[in-house]
């Protein structure tokens, strides 16, 4: 079945640019995610990239798609205090149902002084 | 324009007991949907609820249940606690009506403690 992989920490010193990692099984994805959790919150939908573009900048963000190699990107650039949280990569073939929206298991970022 | 609210926030519960959190959607959205996040198996789907009907459900037992109402505001219900279900409990909303980017607007979680 679809599934999304991504690795579950990441440590960066404050001022760097961090680079988090997802590659995804399911060669009909449609829609890329990103989605943020904060301490003691809910996940909050940072950015997205649809299948047919391989880059998308956002301020800050830039997430990149390698579709060939199902791989997708999220670099944040000066990484800051306020970036810490848990990151979620997800993927949809773009049915209009929450169920079909897969999600990894999340990388924690922490920022290093 | 007020986000999705979950209540409660915080509750702690015994084994055996049961549990009802409550979610209620943005205005607007009729698709609720629930998920459990733990630390070891990070977020699992539970259901779907969409005008009243449960559109799709997760691979958890019939322990876990929901419903939703005519205002789109959605329950979910845990029977028999055991400790394993001690979780954060995550709603979401979104419009899914129209092809989309699917979006999921989240609440801030009810966290579940079971003793």
């Known amino acids: 079945g679809e599934d999304v992989e991504q690795s579950l920490f990441l440590s960066v010193r404050e001022g760097d640019s961090s680079v988090i990692n997802c590659t995804y099984t399911d060669s009909s994805s449609t829609y890329l995610y990103w989605y943020k959790q904060e301490p003691g919150a809910g996940l909050q939908l940072l950015t997205y990239?649809?299948?047919?573009?391989d880059m998308k900048q956002d301020q800050r963000l830039t997430v990149l798609l390698n579709k060939k190699d199902k791989h997708l990107s999220l670099r944040i650039a000066d990484t800051q205090t306020g970036d810490s949280a848990i990151y979620f990569c997800?993927?949809?073939?773009?049915?209009?149902?929450?169920?079909?929206?897969?999600f990894g298991s999340g990388t924690r970022l922490s920022i290093r002084p | 324009k007020a986000g999705v609210t979950q209540t409660p926030r915080y509750l702690i519960k015994t084994r055996g007991q049961q549990v009802t959190l409550s979610c209620s959607p943005i205005?607007?959205?009729?698709?609720v949907s629930w998920y459990q996040q733990t630390p070891g198996q990070g977020l699992q789907f539970l259901f779907e609820?969409?005008?009243?009907?449960?559109?799709n459900k997760g691979n958890f037992p019939g322990r876990f249940s929901g419903r939703q109402f005519s205002n789109s505001r959605s329950e979910m219900n845990v029977s028999t606690l055991e400790l394993g279900d001690s979780a954060l409990y995550l709603c979401?909303?979104?419009?899914?009506?129209?092809?989309?980017?699917?979006?999921?607007?989240f609440g801030e979680g009810s966290r579940l403690t079971v003793l």
């Open positions: 990239i649809f299948s047919n573009m």
């Open positions: 609820y969409f005008s009243e009907t449960q559109r």
């Open positions: 979401a909303s979104s419009w899914a009506e129209t092809a989309n980017t699917g979006e999921l607007f």
């Open positions: 997800a993927e949809s073939a773009g049915y209009s149902s929450a169920s079909k929206i897969i």
């Open positions: 205005s607007g959205h009729r698709s």
